[in-house]
């Protein structure tokens, strides 16, 4: 059977833990993202939060050697044998790279779907952002999650001055990646303006065409 490796690309902000839930449930492949990783080893305050958890708090990206030793032991588990999404990884060219490499060993490649925000409505939506600390679902106003029932917090980094921080890592660091994969054809821009059902839209015909 094919693989289905997909990145999903963008800001801070831009929608790709919210539309990361549909692709993963449409396409039935398991969901890496990073984030959510780091965030569960801060909680359990294993070695791997200990380590992050500064960089996290400045708004700052992680350390390449630690991130891509996490994913390259994550996608060696079962259940990513027919494919992953990627969510907020790569993030730097260097994991670009890396990823390349663990892919292509394997002879599989990767589509990149990029969502495209404009930086006021990402400060606009992180500032909004409740989190469900259970399942971690995102809503955009605050009370309990439709889902498990959790009462819904604010991620520690979507204060204002740390959000700011976030973006400017991702234009000096993780933007460039969009010509990387631009010049290897494996770049699908999607328009992330519009309601969550619309951008879905969007994000469904590119990953059935
Ligand atoms: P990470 O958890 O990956 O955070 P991020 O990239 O900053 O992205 P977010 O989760 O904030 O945004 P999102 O695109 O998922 O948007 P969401 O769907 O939630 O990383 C956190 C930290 O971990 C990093 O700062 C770094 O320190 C570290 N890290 C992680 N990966 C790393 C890596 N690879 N290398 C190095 N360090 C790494 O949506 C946002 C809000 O908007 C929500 O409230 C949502 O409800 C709302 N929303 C979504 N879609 C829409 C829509 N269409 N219209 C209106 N509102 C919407
Ligand atoms: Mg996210």
Excluded at 148 to 171: H, I, S, W
Aim: glycine share 12%; aromatic share 6%; proline share 5%.
């Amino acid at each position: 059977m094919a693989t289905r490796d997909i990145i999903l690309f963008g800001a801070p902000g831009a929608g790709k833990g919210t539309q990361a839930k549909r692709i993963v449930a449409h396409l039935g492949i398991p969901q890496i993202s990073t984030g959510d990783i780091l965030r569960a080893a801060v909680r359990a305050g294993s070695a791997l939060g200990l380590k992050a958890k500064p960089f996290m708090d400045l708004g700052r990206l992680v350390p390449d050697d630690i991130i891509i030793g996490v994913v390259e032991e994550r996608i060696r588990e079962p259940d990513c044998q027919l494919g992953c999404l990627f969510d907020g990884f790569p993030r730097t060219l260097a994991q670009g790279e890396a990823l390349d490499d663990m892919l292509g060993r394997a002879g599989r490649n990767v589509i990149v779907i990029g969502l495209e925000v404009a930086e006021e409505e990402l400060t606009r939506r992180l500032s909004g952002r409740w989190t469900c600390p259970q399942c971690q679902r995102t809503y955009s106003d605050p009370g309990t999650c439709t889902v498990d029932g959790a009462r819904l917090e604010q991620r520690e980094d979507d204060k204002p001055e740390t959000v700011k921080k976030r973006l400017q890592a991702y234009r000096e660091q993780t933007a460039p990646l969009k010509d990387f994969y631009q010049k290897r054809g494996r770049y699908r821009a999607v328009d992330g303006l519009g309601s969550e059902d619309e951008v879905w839209r969007r994000v469904r015909k590119v990953i059935e065409g």
